[in-house]
């Protein structure tokens, strides 16, 4: 049983409540770091100052720059020996930054993902694979240790090594699985060379899909695909790693938990508070952080939270999937586009494959997108008609979206790079 009833379901006001005094204890051990310090100091802020939730806005805004130019040790709130491990981030927009957890800050992360599992609907009985890297990455060790509290069995295959994978689940009759989203729709092809069909041939329930951004159709081909419900889990290392927000059975957007976070969304441009509703960057304060707490860390990520109730009866909001890293958006022909949006159109569209590329390249004065799109092998024999033919749809298709016409090539099934971490999607050749 991992269903923390209390905490989970608790009124508003007594969570503001809650949320205060981890506040007032977050910022007195925040100030312990060489970074709060100079800042608290440079404000003239002292950490028994906040007496409401409000008096948080005082605080500037913590930046990812900020931790790579106090690197290694400049947030570090705690004595050295109180540490017992660090993690890294990915590092997928620049030089990677580094956390230190206590044994205290482990055991709370481990709580927040067997909470996340259970409330997925993971049981002691589940067979779990963990198909996730076991390094600095944060998605590997943070789900293991989540599903062993929860009591289930762990089978700690990491990434790669697809056929192993399929060998594994059936084996050992996994239920469970935890998978990038790109992963999950290459995998697919693996299948079916090998001839097994998740649907009749394991017995998966569930898969819990995170730490790239990935769209509703997306998430759809791998429920179809696998015959599973596929849970959407959002962290990022600076917030300890996976298990920061997640979906319940309603499957409407993911719960984050307030309890360990004080969420903001604000707008990117004037860092501008956005009421419920409103797409804008996430900005969060750890509450449960002793080795190295953060105060309104900017992610970058860019969301919404969803207003209204969620019929699991959990009081914690619920955040929009992420549509991507402020980032990660491209500006052609003076037209925003995330990547994000290109995937959901093309997996719209039948006979899309699982992977896509987009490249952009100027010529003269000129952006051009081109986007490698893989489609299933059947387009590739007999009548070239019809790949002809679906070219043009993707291409209007896009079009109609994106509102510029990109050029479009059709590629064979596992023709372009996969990797066993996160997806790159773009790749831009433009020179400023
Ligand atoms: P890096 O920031 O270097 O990639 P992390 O491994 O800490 O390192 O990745 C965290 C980031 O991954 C998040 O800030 C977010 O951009 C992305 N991410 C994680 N989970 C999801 C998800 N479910 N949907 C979309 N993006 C996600
Ligand atoms: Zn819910």
Known sequence: ??????????????????????????????????????????????????????????????????????????????????????????????????IFHTQSDLDSWTNQLARCMYMAGMRKMDVFQNMMTYALFTGGLGFHYGAEKLGAMVIPSGPGNSKRQIQLMQDFDTTAIHIIPSYALHLTQVFEEVGVDPKKDTRLKMAFIG??????????????????????????SEMSGPGVSFECTCQNGMHIWEDAYIVEIVNPDTMEPLPDGETG??????????????????????????????????????????KGRSDDMMILK??????IQIEKKLMEIPGVGGNFLIMLERKGFNDDMIIKVEVEREYFTGDLKKLESLRKTIINELK???????????????????????????????KD
């Open 400 to 430: 109609s979206d994106i509102l510029i016409t990109p050029h479009v090539d059709l590629v064979e099934p596992n023709s372009l790079p996969t990797t066993e971490g996160k997806a790159k999607r773009v790749i831009d050749n433009r």
């Open 334 to 339: 003076g037209v925003n586009i995330f990547p």
């Open 211 to 236: 730490a790239e951004p990935h769209s509703e159709q997306m998430r759809e081909r791998i429920e179809d695909f696998y015959g599973i419900k596929a849970f959407n889990s959002y962290g990022l």
């Open 281 to 322: 960057e996430l900005v969060m304060t750890t509450l449960c952080r002793q080795g190295m707490p953060m105060l309104r860390y900017r992610t970058k990520d860019l969301t919404r939270i969803i207003p209204g109730d969620c019929p699991c009866g959990r009081t914690h909001r619920r955040i929009e999937r992420i």
């Open 1 to 98: 049983m991992f269903w923390e009833k209390d905490i989970e379901t608790i009124s508003r006001d007594q969570l503001k409540a809650l949320q205060l005094e981890r506040l007032q204890k977050t910022t007195e051990t925040a100030v312990n770091s060489p970074f709060y310090r100079q800042l608290f100091k440079g404000k003239g802020l002292a950490p028994h100052d906040f007496k409401s939730l409000d008096d948080l806005q005082r605080i500037p805004m913590t930046t990812k720059d900020d931790l790579r130019e106090e690197w290694p040790y400049g947030f570090l709130a705690v004595p050295k020996e109180e540490i017992v491990r660090m993690h890294s981030s990915s590092g997928t927009t620049g030089r990677a930054i580094v």
